[in-house]
């Protein structure tokens, strides 16, 4: 039987390389995303692109609705929808984090909500947020983001739990540094919140950072994502986590070995280059 799945955030980095994968795979699949001429490339390989704003609810209806007319429901839905609001947590104003919230974790929580009664009628479903390593360990400069990560974390399992008697998975997938658009998305909101105020000093050595062949060395492709979001969907058992590419990995159980929060502090300031005191 042909499985439908649906990807939000598509339209580049890891939901394109997911949604390509996928289709490779012999799923039926649906790309969605706000910038519908970025996705002519997936279109090319039979895949359905669809017009989706996570944060419009008619967006998401019509979304939905458009695919279970063509092919009844969503099986497996890909939750990738989501980007980086850094900048010092005093310096970012609050309608900033709340639309942050609204992308990544409340137009994720509608989306779910619709497919979910689909899913649990069928006694099958895969549900696949896409969250990251700052879900369970938070860095400095991104605290709303790292906020709606460990939403989307406590949600998760939440709904795991309570889906489990119907025949329903929600599984995490947690990236680490990827090549794709979101760094620079996240760099550029760094420097226009706090790059001319207290910590403008931190701002130049994210920057070096970012620039440094270091971080290219460390990030990973968005195939590495594509490849874990397959087992997910696929395995007859998917595991409820899974962390990629392997530097995450590394990187987690490092972390996890410190035995303190103003140790693991103290490592990540010396990793950052980040002066102990301004």
Excluded: C
Aim: hydrophobic share 45%.
């Amino acid at each position: 039987m042909t499985r439908t799945a649906l990807v939000t955030g598509a339209s580049a980095g890891i939901g394109e390389a997911v949604a390509i994968r996928l289709a490779a795979e012999g799923f039926r699949v649906y790309a969605g995303a706000r910038r519908l001429d970025r996705m002519e490339p997936l279109k090319a390989k039979g895949i359905r692109a669809l017009p989706l704003d996570v944060t419009d609810e008619a967006s998401i209806a019509a979304a939905v609705a458009a695919i279970e007319t063509e092919s009844g429901g969503i099986d497996v839905l890909v939750n990738n929808a989501g980007y980086g609001s850094y900048g010092a947590v005093e310096d970012v104003p609050l309608d900033e984090a709340r639309r942050q919230f609204e992308v990544n974790v409340f137009g994720l929580a509608a989306l779910t909500r619709l497919v979910l009664p689909y899913m649990r009628r069928q006694r099958w479903g895969r549900v696949i947020n896409i969250t990251s390593i700052g879900g369970v360990r938070a860095f400095p400069f991104g605290g709303w983001y790292h906020a709606t990560k460990f939403a989307v974390e406590g949600l998760s399992s939440s709904l795991r739990q309570e889906l489990r008697p119907f025949g329903v998975d929600v599984v995490l997938i947690r990236p680490g540094a990827i090549k794709s658009e979101w760094a620079g998305i996240a760099l550029d909101n760094f420097r226009k919140t706090s790059g001319h105020g207290a910590y403008a000093p931190m701002v130049k050595l994210a920057e070096e950072l970012f620039a440094s062949d270091r971080a290219e060395r460390m990030a990973g492709e968005p195939s590495a994502i594509a490849d874990v979001v397959v087992r997910a969907a696929t395995a007859r058992r998917p595991r409820t986590s899974y962390t990629a590419p392997r530097a995450a990995r590394v990187l987690l159980r490092l972390v996890s070995l410190l035995a303190s929060d103003r140790l693991r502090d103290a490592v990540v300031r010396r990793v950052l280059g980040m002066p102990a005191r301004l």
